[in-house]
C-alpha cells in the first residue's frame, strides 16, 4: 500500500453522524468556515490533486525540478505546517452543503477515486510533475499522498471549530 490517502476522508464522513445540518453550517464569525465548508474544501482540494496526479500520468516530458525545502520538510514529515492559511478567496466563496447526503456522496467519491488512484500509481512514471506553489514540483504519488497530508491539516481546524460550535450551543446561537 503506497498510503493510506482515504483514512482522513472516511474519518470525516464517520463523524458526520454527529453534526446535525444546522451544526454543519455553523460560522462562529463571518469570515470563519464552517465545518460544513471545511468539508467541502478538503473535498474540492482532493478533487484539485487528483487532477494534478492525471496530469502527472499524461506527462510526455520528464520534469527535474524537486520540492521546494518546505516540500522536503512536509514529505519527511507527512504533516502539514501548522500554521493557518489563508486564502485568496473569500471564507463565503466555499459554500455550505445543500445536505448531508451531498457531503457523504462527495465523500465516498473521492474514496472511491482515491483507491482507483492507488491502484494506478505504480504505473505512473514519478518523473511526470505538477508545481505545488509552497512544496515544489511534485509526482503523482506525492500528490496522492498530500491528499491525505491535506486532510489531515484540517482535521486540527476542525476541532477548533467544533469548540466554538460546542460555545455557542451553551449561549444558545443558532445559524441564520
Known sequence: MLSNSSAAIERYKRELDRYTLEQLRYQSEPDVWSVGQMIVHVIGVADEYMGHMQTCADARYEEPGGKSETGEIVFLEKSWPDVRV??????NDTPNPRSK???IDELD???RELNEWEARLPA???SGKVRHGWFGWLNAREWFELIDIHSRH???QQARLDEKLAEAERKGVKDE
Open 101 to 103: 447526503a451531498e457531503l
Open 86 to 91: 489563508k486564502l485568496d478567496e473569500p471564507v
Open 109 to 111: 467519491r473521492v474514496i
Open 124 to 126: 505512473v512514471n514519478p
Open 154 to 156: 484540517h482535521l486540527r
